[in-house]
Every structure is written in structure tokens, then in C-alpha cells.
């Protein structure tokens, strides 16, 4: 036995894109969506964040007593349409969804998660077929 230091955790297949807010017991996420839509990614998807199968976003703000402003719903989809693309098998979840995990209101009480839900089985795949579709179209244009 030569050596036993230890690998850094890697992350597995994503099987869920889990949101959080500000508010969440734990601090690693991949990505951040700011207060007026912008996103900026915090770690690289590839590496380990609280949850092996899973994409963590965190959405800035405490959401258990106000929800989060429009502009920040919106930027947070324009990012889940851009994770499904990558990631067609996955789900999009709340942290508190999560089963054995410490008991959390994360997202927060005031998170639209079940209007998110609604968009995410329709609206969700019509603006990723629109965006395949651009891109589909942006290539053909250069030729
Ligand atoms: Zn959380």
C-alpha cells in the first residue's frame, strides 16, 4: 500500500438538476442564478456538489418568506433549458425533495416550485426544441 490519498470526489451521472436558495444548510452548488436573472457558474459540473447524481443551482435570495422576483424565474429557466439540453434524463427537483438528506425547507416555502414544475413538463421542452432549432439553423446559415 503505497499510497491513500484520497481521489476528490467526482461527480456520477446527473440524474437531477436540484435548486436551492441562499437559505440551504449546505454551500456547494454549480451554478448561482443573481437577483436579476444573471447566471454565473460557481463550480464545473463535473465536480462533486452535495449530491452525487446531481447538478446543484442556487438561486440567490432566502425564499421562505418572499418569492423570488420574475426577472430571476426567468433567467433560472433560460439556465434549465440549457442543463436539459446536456442532460435530457434529468429531473428538476427542490433540495427538500430529496430523500435522507437533513430535513430543509430548501428551496424555501415561497419558491414557485410547483409552477416551475408545470413549465418544466411543458413550456420546458418547447423552448429547448426552439433552441435546438436555432442552433440547427445557425449552423445551416454559415454553410
Ligand atoms: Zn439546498
Not at 5 to 33: M, N, S, T
Not at 66 to 72: S, V, Y
Request: charged residues 30%.
Amino acid at each position: 500500500m503505497t499510497t491513500n490519498a484520497r481521489k476528490p470526489r467526482e461527480r456520477g451521472p446527473v440524474k437531477f438538476i436540484l435548486l436551492h436558495h441562499d437559505g440551504c444548510p449546505r454551500r456547494e452548488f454549480h451554478y448561482a442564478v443573481l437577483h436579476d436573472g444573471a447566471v454565473t457558474s460557481v463550480r464545473a459540473e463535473t465536480e462533486f456538489a452535495q449530491h452525487p447524481s446531481a447538478i446543484a443551482v442556487v438561486i440567490q435570495g432566502s425564499f421562505d418568506d418572499e418569492p423570488p422576483p420574475n426577472q430571476q424565474i426567468d433567467g433560472l429557466k433560460r439556465l434549465l433549458v440549457q442543463l436539459v439540453r446536456r442532460y435530457p434524463a434529468a429531473t428538476i427537483g427542490a433540495h427538500r425533495q430529496v430523500r435522507g438528506d437533513i430535513e430543509t425547507t430548501c428551496p424555501g416555502r415561497k419558491f414557485p416550485m410547483r409552477d416551475l414544475a408545470r413549465w418544466s413538463e411543458t413550456g420546458l421542452p418547447k423552448a429547448r426544441d426552439e433552441a435546438i432549432e436555432r442552433s440547427v439553423e445557425e449552423q445551416y446559415s454559415k454553410i
